[in-house]
Nanobody
Framework: QVQLVESGGGLVQPGGSLRLSCAASGRIFSINTMGWYRQAPGKERELVAFTSISSTNYAGSVKGRFTISRDNAKNTVSLQMNSLKPEDTAVYYC???????????????WGQGTQVTVSS
């Protein structure tokens, strides 16, 4: 099993910044992609950003404001969020596609979520 633990959420004023971090632990052989999703009240969970070995992708609504970074040696991923808006308010979930042995099946793992609230 793989565990993902997030940290860094909180309350911030519009225009402010927050940094989310996520650490993966457990039986890990390799991680293909790591990323962040979010879910606002009454809405479906949506992709924010993810990074693989060869590419990084962002949702259009956060492009230019958010930056995802990954440390492969430490199995961590971070999300630097700048110029935050009230519509960024949501529970943010870390996600990883990982396997636990050579040529093993990749499974999808989720963190418990961390609340980000943007309000004055």
């Amino acid at each position: 099993q793989v565990q993902l633990v997030e940290s860094g959420g909180g309350l911030v004023q519009p225009g402010g910044s927050l940094r989310l971090s996520c650490a993966a632990s457990g039986r890990i052989f390799s991680i293909n992609t790591m990323g962040w999703y979010r879910q606002a009240p009454g809405k479906e969970r949506e992709l924010v950003a993810f990074t693989s070995i060869s590419s990084t992708n962002y949702a259009g609504s956060v492009k230019g404001r958010f930056t995802i970074s990954r440390d492969n040696a430490k199995n961590t991923v971070s999300l630097q969020m700048n110029s935050l808006k009230p519509e960024d308010t949501a529970v943010y979930y870390c996600n990883a596609l990982a396997n636990n042995r050579y040529q093993g099946t990749y499974n999808n793992y989720w963190g418990q979520g961390t609340q980000v609230t943007v309000s004055s």
